[in-house]
């Protein structure tokens, strides 16, 4: 178990020892770090060494020059610079919110970036502001499409965040997958199986083996199988990278690039880096922002409240389970596997950083 300020000061020094300015050092740190705090552990400092290698391997620029190439009252397209998605996606958020102010909405689309940490982060930006928050964004192509064997979308998470009044917010962070690539590798390091309906065999056949997509398989759409209703996570995963992409201009499909530095991107790009797509409502631009929520103490409340079937405790609000473990985490510290702990160790030896 290592506290979060531990964690939160190794991380920052890593970043500033790849380049980051102070300022984007703690930005970077501070949305890697809320995986942790919230239990999505996929996300958080194991991830930490991925964006050194890609950094190593010149495809992240740590000093970048963000700039809105296209742009209406309530719109932008943002061109990331190749630069840290931990630190382009927040900024371009923040364009988001600022048109927001102005006109009521905002909406960025970005190009040229890298994977931008947790979806939810991005979208929970914008409750201090009594504005609703949307994030997604397309990732390296590891899902192959309802009937089909290649892999040609990524995990393209959604996440909405929703404020209340006196209820905590309703925060929805989710892949379009039936499990994020980043379960695949927790599993993998705990040795343990898949359960059904995750991957499949580069042939198409079910699988539960963590390694299959690393041997030349899939991940699955939400959903798993068509009589299941893949074609719906399909569907889902289909529109966040043509929101992320097609209409930002990044690299769309199966010509997004890995996020492993050691596969080469493809050698005939129809885009610029990783996409994004970030929203904010404001919620007075629809009816006054108290009444509203208050109806949404009202609506989760209802919901806190249906009946529960036998052998389950309560139903949950979206963002419940990460806003406890969030509690806990604060308390107790945050747990690294064995194999991430190791990994942090080697990195700090080459940066000269103490865990």
Known sequence: MYPYRQLFDFAQEIFLHMGCSPKDAKLATEVLLEADLRGIDSHGVARLSGYVRLWEAGRI?????????????????VDGDGGLGLVI?????????AKAEKVGTGWVSVRN???FGIAGYHAMEALSRDMIGMAMTNASPLVAPTHSTQRMLGTNPIAVAIPAKNQPPFVADFATTTAANGKLEILQRKEKNTPSGWVQTAAGLGSTNPFEVRDGGAL????????????????????????????????????????VSFLSPPDDPVGKGLGHFLG??????????DEFKQHM????????????KRGEK???????????MTAIRLKKGIPLLPPVEKDLEELGKKFGVKL
Not at 63 to 72: R, S
Not at 89 to 97: K, L, Q
């Open 61 to 77: 620029n740590t000093k970048p020059n963000m700039t809105i190439v296209h742009e209406t009252p309530s719109t932008a397209t």
């Open 89 to 97: 996606a927040p900024r371009a958020m923040d364009i988001a919110m």
């Open 113 to 115: 970036s890298n994977h």
């Open 220 to 259: 699955l759409p939400l959903g798993s199988t068509k009589n299941r209703g893949s074609h719906k996570g399909y569907a889902l995963g289909s529109i966040v990278d043509i929101f992320s992409a097609v209409l930002s201009g990044a690299n769309y499909g199966p010509w997004v690039p890995p996020f």
């Open 280 to 289: 904010a409502m404001r919620i007075d631009a629809f009816r006054p922002a």
């Open 297 to 308: 103490d009202n609506w989760i409340e209802t919901f806190r409240n249906a009946r529960v």
């Open 314 to 324: 309560a139903v949950l609000i979206p963002g419940d389970p990460e806003r406890i």
